[in-house]
Nanobody
């Protein structure tokens, strides 16, 4: 079974920084892509950043220049470095990955973590 676990959320003042981590564990054969999403209260879940297996990274316009996504493939871990945080960045941040489980040959499945809360407030 594959699991994704996020960590690193918390309360931060406007202008502050946080780094989120997402660790994948279990029967992972390969990872095709990974992404960070966020969902604010009463809002739909939205894409924040995505990284492909080739290392291409795409950011939502509202985080460009402030957030940086990276990965450590050897550790099955992705990170989201967030700086210059704003109150509107307050949300639950979720990790998502397209993973080929062991024994699944080339079929990838979408997996989600349970999320980590980020609150930006003075």
């Amino acid at each position: 079974q594959v699991q994704l676990v996020e960590s690193g959320g918390g309360l931060v003042q406007p202008g502050g920084s946080l780094t989120l981590s997402c660790v994948g564990s279990g029967s992972i054969s390969s990872v095709q892509s990974a992404a960070w999403y966020r969902q604010a209260p009463g809002q739909q879940r939205e894409l924040v950043a995505l990284i492909t297996v080739r290392g291409y990274i795409n950011y939502a316009d509202f985080v460009k220049g402030r957030f940086t996504m990276s990965s450590d493939n050897a550790k099955n871990t992705v990170y989201l470095q967030m700086s210059n945080l704003k109150p509107e960045d307050t949300a639950v941040y979720y990790c998502n990955a397209m993973i080929v489980p062991l024994g699944a040959q080339t079929t990838a499945y979408s997996y989600w973590g349970r999320g980590t809360q980020v609150t930006v407030s003075s």
